[in-house]
């Protein structure tokens, strides 16, 4: 009797433990939530028979129709079918996958949270869907920062500080030299000095590091505010009117209908983001390098005894997260808007932070997560447009919005590495 | 591997941890050193494995003349060891922990998972120590994760493997089990260094024994020429008693009763699951078991710090299941915690504070929602004469007392008030020899005053001192329950789950008796 009491949980495998089961029915009672807004909210909530329009930016080659929905019962439809999403996820055995079931939830109640919303009107939905790869792009590049700093077991709460340093020294640079690559560099350095500073306070006196994190965001903003005050503004031409990185349209690919432009005609940022993604995930879960990180971040004294050196592996890694985060904060302004204003990342690096956390420490848990997010910035100014009765700055409250409730409630308990946050002090 | 340290010296501040240490490993011998908490070993195989370097002396391996600034020249040099605390990641599997630093790879860096669990196979063959190389540690039993330990120093060749008190997870079929390997080891030309504070351990696998206290080397013996009562004094200095002297108990009226008790740990898994439990006045009851089969979470749950997921918890009577740990205190149960540091002191406190954590704000220790220092400083006065704690002052902060004395003002605190069960697990864990006589005497004291206990211990040796009945524990559950003259061997079996009566044996407890089974329950029947 006794032997069998605690066996299943022993043999589990070790992904499907880490998805609890409160957390799957969590989910799933989320969705069926979720399901019950669609349905009394968009589904009957919109006059019968108004009509909602998606279009879609032709490409030369293939040219898409709009798409037009009667939207009450697209929205009943797609309320019923998030409904047996939920149902799903509440009854099956926890195993793989749920995330994914999870994010088709989600997706459905998107789409018609938007059916509802551009009601009576045309929504763009091509380029929508552009707007969110722009805004995530940023936060992809903040959570891999924030990835590769915890994974070492340092927390790196100066994103914020960090994309700010990037994204100032890049419009300066870019704009004096009028050389985006060269701006794009200094972006990175700036970012790499803070993740520098961070891990030399860290590491060296093990001061605490939510603390230091915060104090480098302070100084960061604060610097950023006087010298666009004292030189970007008063030289606008010289310091601060960058050029902007153009897209690059992908050959074959970027011809694809819908998503070829989306995913294939941007700018360097975008595939940089990407590649960096793909290098970081294979990196940490498949090479030599990755199972070192991961022994530091999670158990430092381990990875000492047999030869691995702990301080140093967190060194390298808690600047190269510097450095990843000054590239996406360069983002916001030769990637973007070829601007650089006072606070303009808004508190993305926060945001980015979040990602991370939602994503689980993986690099595309956070690419889901900021993809949500990221949707969610892109949201307001559509919504804008459309007049869907949403005041204008409760839309802009969106993405921090979502942020609360995935820090605290949705994700459940999340385990960090185990090391996170804690100085290893050998002597 | 032969290996001699000659006159290794180290300091921290003032304390002398290691004084002009000199130990010699002979190729293919397994060494023991043996010696208290606090006596230095620790220190000295720091030293040895490169963690700390020497203020003096010289380490040589096979007489030639070493320097390890890091643990990974210490492993290159063919040092491999096994720490108390296991050094594993425990979410990585068995071959990523056993390879991590020695990675076996392709082009560019790319991990090699193929080669690596082929070669954790053919070397869990080679060595005869079973273990599946896509487990994840921190699901593994710990005696499993100390095979994990061994291999990992056996994939980095280790010709001198230190064993860092390594039976003190294990049940005794486990440690006769890491006897034979070690065995096999040495006589496969591997030197084997082996630290414990455990005489019967020692003279059951050692070929020559070194015994430390206080920084220096005491002596070294043989065990054919020592026994335990010799090897005790030297290490303590002065002869003990090594059985604690008690005359058979006199139950009374059930005190503590615990009834389909389930309990869940921080992961929700249910680490105690369904537990029947009687402790009368005036007997002492011990709980065996190998860490973590639930007795930390019971221990919890009956001093109110863990909440139970079902049955019921009564103290004479007085139903206590969603009693708060400070109903608990009231209602008078005495809690002497698995870890002092962080759940029975308050470090940063002074030793005054922390003698009336629990009743600080009652009188005579407070008046009109305000402390009387007075009166708390007179009582720690008392107290600490009463219970021979070591304090310079009763102002010092608690840390800096001796794990001994830190013990000492727990047991002051707990036993100050009345009581009527007193719960202390691992009473003793971690404590100096004299400490260990102090704690077992007041605690035989307190039953000899009418009042119920129930001690929790992984010790063997202490439950079948201490307990007039024994309970073995494993995986949430009673596996039997025992009288102290039971063997240790069919002990051991309960603990390892081979052995399972909990069945019969647990409804017979709850009923009080069952004069069928052969595992006696009964109360008359206490072998001192």
């Known amino acids: 009797m006794s032997t069998v009491a605690l066996a299943p949980s022993d043999l589990e495998a070790p992904e499907a433990r880490l998805i609890g089961a409160a957390r799957q029915r969590g989910m799933g009672v989320f969705l069926l939530l979720a399901a019950v807004v669609m349905l009394f909210g968009f589904g009957f909530g919109t006059p019968a028979h108004e009509e909602t329009t998606f279009t879609f930016t032709a490409p030369p080659a293939i040219a898409v129709s709009p798409l037009n929905m009667a939207a009450r019962p697209v929205s009943i439809v797609l309320a019923l079918v998030c409904a047996i999403v939920g149902l799903v996820l509440i009854l099956r055995r926890k195993g793989r996958g749920t995330y994914l079931i999870f994010s088709f939830g989600i997706m459905l109640f998107l789409w018609s949270f938007l059916t509802w919303a551009a009601r009576g009107n045309s929504l763009n939905f091509e380029a929508m869907l552009a707007d969110t790869l722009i805004s995530t792009t940023p936060l992809v590049f903040g959570s891999l920062s924030g990835i590769m700093c915890e994974r070492s077991g340092v927390i790196n709460i100066a994103i914020e500080g960090q994309f700010l340093a990037g994204a100032f020294l890049g419009a300066m640079i870019g704009s004096w030299s009028g050389d985006l690559w060269l701006g794009m560099l200094f972006g990175a350095v700036a970012g790499g000095i803070f993740g520098a500073l961070l891990a030399f306070l860290a590491l060296r006196y093990g001061a605490d590091q939510i603390i230091i994190g915060v104090v480098i965001v302070a100084f960061c903003t604060g610097l950023t505010n006087f010298l666009t005050q004292e030189v970007l503004t008063p030289y606008q031409t010289t310091f601060n009117s960058p050029a902007t990185f153009s897209p690059i349209a992908v050959p074959l690919l970027s011809k694809i209908p819908v998503l070829g432009p989306v995913l294939f005609d941007q700018n360097v940022f975008v595939y940089l983001a990407a590649a960096l993604l793909l290098a970081i995930n294979a990196g940490l879960f498949r090479t030599r390098w990755g199972l070192r990180v991961r022994a530091v971040g999670e158990h430092p004294q381990a990875a000492e005894t047999v030869g691995i050196r702990v301080l140093r592996t967190r060194y390298w890694n808690v600047i190269l997260g510097g450095v990843i985060a000054g590239i996406g904060g360069a983002s916001f302004t030769i990637g973007s808007v070829g601007e650089f204003s006072a606070d303009m990342t808004a508190g993305l690096g926060y945001v980015a932070l979040a990602a991370m956390i939602f994503g689980r420490w993986r690099p595309f848990g956070a690419l889901g997560a900021a993809l949500l997010f990221g949707f969610a910035v892109s949201l307001q100014s559509f919504l804008a447009v459309l007049n869907v009765g949403i005041p204008p700055p409760f839309l802009s409250m969106a993405p921090y919005v979502i942020t609360i409730f995935v820090v605290s409630g949705l994700v459940g308990r999340v385990r960090p590495p185990a090391a996170d946050g804690k100085p290893y002090l050998p002597e | ?528």
């Open chain 2, 1 to 528: 591997m032969k290996l001699e340290l000659c006159g290794i010296r180290k300091t921290f501040g003032r304390l002398v941890a290691n004084d002009d240490v000199d130990l010699t490993v002979e190729k293919g011998e397994i060494h023991c050193l043996l010696g208290e908490n606090g006596a230095g070993k620790s220190t000295l195989m720091n030293v040895l494995f490169g963690l700390l370097r020497p203020d003096s002396g010289e380490i040589r391996l096979d007489g030639e003349p070493v320097r390890f600034a890091n643990p990974g020249e210490a492993v290159r040099r063919g040092i491999g060891m096994v720490h108390q605390h296991f050094m594993l990641v425990p979410v990585f599997t068995v071959a990523e922990n056993i390879v991590l630093g020695f990675e076996p790879t392709r082009a560019l860096g790319w991990f090699n998972r193929k080669k690596a669990n082929a070669d954790i196979v053919r070397l869990s063959q080679e060595f005869g120590l079973d273990v599946s190389p896509d487990a994840i540690v921190e699901d593994l039993p710990v005696g499993v994760q100390q095979r994990v330990e061994i291999l990992k120093a056996l994939y980095r060749d280790a010709r001198l493997l230190i064993l860092d008190e390594p039976t003190s997870v294990l049940t005794p079929q486990e440690t006769l089990a890491l006897f034979a390997v070690m065995r096999s080891l040495a006589t496969s030309g591997r030197s084997i260094l082996f630290i414990t504070h455990k005489l019967k351990e020692v003279l059951a696998v050692a070929d020559r024994i070194t015994v430390m206290r206080l920084g220096r080397v005491v002596g070294t013996t043989t065990p054919e020429t020592a026994d335990e009562k010799e090897l005790a004094s030297m290490m303590v200095g002065r002869s003990v008693e090594l059985v604690v002297q008690k005359a058979p108990a006199s139950p009374r009226a059930t005190v503590l009763e615990l009834r389909g008790l389930v309990v869940e740990d921080d992961r929700g898994l249910r680490v105690v699951d369904g537990v029947d439990l009687d402790v009368h006045a005036g007997e002492i009851v011990a709980i065996a078991g190998v860490q973590g089969n639930g007795q930390t979470e019971l221990a919890e749950a009956i001093a109110g710090l863990r909440p139970i997921a079902a049955g019921t918890v009564r103290l004479d009577g007085r139903d206590l299941s969603s009693a708060s740990p400070r109903d608990a205190i009231r209602a008078g149960i005495a809690h002497v915690p698995e870890d002092r540091q962080t759940d029975g002191l308050v470090l940063a406190l002074s030793v005054a504070d922390n003698l009336v954590l629990d009743i600080y704000d009652l009188a005579p220790f407070a008046r009109h929602g305000s402390r009387d220092l007075a009166t708390v400083k007179s009582n720690a006065g008392e107290k600490l004469a009463d219970f021979d704690i070591r304090a310079s002052d009763a102002e010092v902060p608690v840390a800096t007392l001796s794990g001994g004395n830190q013990q000492k003002v727990i047991l002051a605190r707990e036993l100050s008030r009345p009581i009527k069960l007193l719960l202390a697990s691992q009473p003793t864990r971690g404590l100096d020899v004299g400490s260990i006589e102090y704690v077992h005497e007041r605690i035989v004291a307190e039953r000899d005053k009418g009042v119920a206990v129930l001690i929790i211990s992984s010790e063997l040796d202490e439950v079948l001192a201490l307990g007039d009945r024994i309970a073995v524990m494993y995986r949430g559950r009673f596996t039997g329950f025992c009288d102290p003259s039971t063997g240790r061997e069919q002990i051991g079996l309960m603990m390892a789950g081979v052995l399972d009566e909990s069945a019969a044996l647990a409804a017979g407890a709850a009923e009080g008796a069952d004069p069928a089974s052969s595992v006696t329950l009964s109360r008359g029947s206490v072998h001192p």
